[in-house]
């Protein structure tokens, strides 16, 4: 099922194209976020979209048909999409040939949209009310001719995005017909199991990069939580020389693959209830083939986390918890080789840069999230 979302900003289409996602396990994709994380790049294209977008002014057609078609050939987006914020021109209309199935068009009144956005809570620097109003003359400039091409096409639909948060997806499945929904959700694949495991230096983000999963109600399998309960339960201060201690005689036992061993009970429920397990703090070569070896069937996803080496040490030198291990290239070199990080982290399958802030992170492991969730 392919579908495009059209409306007004803030005509409430995010909401409706997130929800239509879980419920036709399709992605949804909105070109306005896209646009956004480019905008964020200190690249020539970064500062060119940034000046259009806080001006309120659309991007031209090329660009835009170019980085829409470059994001919809990858494999997540093979079975279909959700698609927010294009074409929005008459020109990527006609130049959009991706077999479209229906296009939800969500009616609001320009008040409205207007009084919406100015409560709006997110920190977007391109919601003044000077680039709303722009983009609300361009939509009627542009974006209803394409409505009007799509209605004559016979793939148009309205919805009246006045009405509440249900009532509106109400319509909108109405809208679509008992024949599409039917044929959408008898072809809809059985996902293949997948484990998610985050590596990364010390400070680079891994609990925050959990935290995310989390919140989308995947299962966390933390390897590091068997060392840090059993100094919490016998009220033991973290130091490196007990961390040390501890997992040395944890592999004495059960060899380099010691966290994976002694979490694989955990593993196996977890999938049981979920086709996604994470895996916080993976840390050796070993602990990764050994779960290859023992979970054939799963699909296992190395994400690795970079951060330059001064943020690490100025993140871990505030962490409240777990105060009392070291800082430092000492420790990333035992991290490295007595740990055996280095080739997890080289044989990653995705590599995130976390540099930044919070909502940079989020941005990236949604894209991450998205490729594994839907391929």
Known sequence: MKL?????????????????????????????????????????LGKRVKVLMSSGLLIPDALTIEIVNGYLSRPEYKNGYILDGFPRTLTQTKKFKN????????????????????????ERNDN????????????????????GYYRDEKKLVSVDGTKSIEEVNEAILKSL?????????????????SIIAIVGMSGSG??????????KGIPIVSFSAVINSYIDEHKLKHTESLHHKLRTEYRKKHGMEAMAVLNKENIEEALEKKSIVVIEGLYSWEEYTYLQKEFP?????????FTDKAIRYQRVSKRKYRSGLSVGAERDIHELTDLNKGQTIAFADFLIKNNFSKEDLYSKLDDVYRQIYFA
């Open 177 to 193: 017909g008992k024949k599409l929904v039917l044929e959408r959700i008898a072809t809809s694949k059985i996902h293949r199991k």
């Open 99 to 122: 077999n479209v199935d229906k296009v939800i068009y969500i009616e609001i009144p320009d008040k409205e949209a207007l009084w919406r956005l100015a409560y709006r809570t997110d």
């Open 128 to 147: 003044t009310v000077k680039a709303v109003l722009k983009r609300i003359e361009l939509f009627h400039k542009h974006t209803e001719q394409v409505i």
């Open 206 to 215: 891994k609990s925050v990069a959990a935290t995310y999963f989390k919140e």
């Open 297 to 305: 069937e799963v699909k296992i996803h190395l994400l690795a986390l």
């Open 4 to 44: 495009v979302l059209i409306g007004i900003q803030g005509s409430g289409k995010s909401t409706q194209g997130n929800m239509l996602s879980k419920h036709f396990k399709i992605p949804y994709l909105s070109t306005g976020h896209i646009f956004r994380s480019i905008a964020k790049e200190k690249t020539t």
